[in-house]
Nanobody, 113 residues
Framework: QVQLVESGGGLVQAGGSLRLSCAAS??????MNWYRQAPGKERELVAT???????TYADSVKGRFTISRDNAKNTVYLQMNSLKSEDTAVYYC?????????WGQGTQVTVSS
């Protein structure tokens, strides 16, 4: 069992920045993901970081978002810069361990234009 707790969401103006955090209840060497879900839309993968630190991003956030991890703190971050109104969504942390997916409760990000 792994618990994931996100934090750092909020209301920000377009062009602004936020940093999301995801704290895991135990150490994990697994890849970690950030997803988001906007109202009326499907959940989409935003960014992934492997256990070795390799990163991938959705085209819509490349160059603006940065995913990172601090294994000593069992925490994954998502630095979001140059935010746009279309980034408004609930952001979820996710990982898969032994074939079982784990999700956090989500944190709301609202970007006002």
């Amino acid at each position: 069992q792994v618990q994931l707790v996100e934090s750092g969401g909020g209301l920000v103006q377009a062009g602004g920045s936020l940093r999301l955090s995801c704290a895991a209840s135990r150490s994990t060497g697994n890849a970690m993901n950030w997803y988001r879900q906007a109202p009326g839309k499907e959940r989409e993968l935003v960014a992934t970081i492997s256990s070795l630190g390799y990163t991938t991003y959705a085209d819509s956030v490349k160059g603006r978002f940065t995913i990172s991890r601090d294994n000593a703190k069992n925490t994954v971050y998502l630095q979001m810069n140059s935010l746009k109104s279309e980034d408004t969504a609930v952001y979820y942390c996710n990982m898969r361990r032994l074939g079982v997916p784990y999700w956090g409760q989500g944190t709301q990000v609202t970007v006002s234009s």
